[in-house]
């Protein structure tokens, strides 16, 4: 029972554009959200976050939104650069319990030139 | 200066064979974690450690043992190796309460 699912898992997008990676989850109680970047051979390191008490949550180039009566999030990444090239994974979490992050199986964004 | 690592970063081992890998922290985190992502790239919890003591074991075969010596230690040992345990094997860490976990390098796993 995959909790968190990105269903695209890969992307190309050229440099300059907007990428957009999505990311739907079913479990209501769900409250705050991440999304990781990944470099292969390398360990998921964090890149963006947001509660459910907000809608948008911006840093940079990098914006997640989230839409809850839908359960789906996206992380909008503009202007995408070849940098960005790498394996995004969303997680979620219920926070004030142990802290347990679920993760969607990742989108692979190739940013071409 | 590497905040979460991980040793050894590659591990081939025979079927039935015992291993451990080890996981250090210098981020002054309460809580250390271990996930292992399979072939099909699922993501997936198995441990976490709080101030040594275990709050989080997630169905997994008790052939996996997790021994926290302190606070920024967290070894995973595993006995009687099966193919199936073939994965990449990651170490995270985060404060309590604190959303964000810090991963380390990942440990590539191969039972032949």
């Known amino acids: 029972d995959q909790q968190v699912k990105q269903n695209s898992p890969s992307l190309s997008v050229q440099e300059g554009r907007i990428s957009i990676l999505n990311c739907d989850y079913t479990?209501?109680?769900?409250?705050?959200f991440l999304w990781y970047k990944k470099y292969p051979a390398e360990g998921p390191t964090f890149l963006i976050s947001i509660s459910s008490i907000k809608d948008k949550n911006e840093d940079g180039r990098f914006t997640v939104f989230l839409n809850k009566s839908a359960k789906h999030l996206s992380l909008h990444i503009v202007p995408s650069q070849p940098g960005d090239s790498a394996v995004y994974f969303c997680a979620a979490e219920i926070t004030g319990t142990a802290s347990k992050l679920t993760f969607g199986t990742g989108t692979r964004l190739q940013v071409t030139l | 200066d590497t905040a979460v690592s991980q040793t050894p970063k590659y591990l081939v081992t025979q079927m039935g064979n015992d291993k451990s890998i080890k996981c250090e922290q210098n981020?002054?985190?309460?809580?250390m974690y271990w996930y292992k992502q399979d072939s099909k790239k699922f993501l997936k919890i198995m441990f976490s450690?709080?101030?040594?003591?275990?709050?989080i074991n997630e169905t997994v075969p008790n052939r996996f043992s997790p021994k926290s010596p302190d606070k920024a230690h967290l070894n995973l040992h595993i006995n009687s190796l099966e193919l199936g345990d073939s994965a990449v094997y990651f170490c995270a860490s985060s404060q309590v309460m604190r959303e964000t976990q810090y991963f380390g390098p990942g440990t590539r796993l191969t039972v032949l």
């Open positions: 450690y709080n101030n040594k003591e275990l709050i």
């Open positions: 981020l002054g985190h309460d809580t």
């Open positions: 479990n209501s109680m769900f409250d705050y």
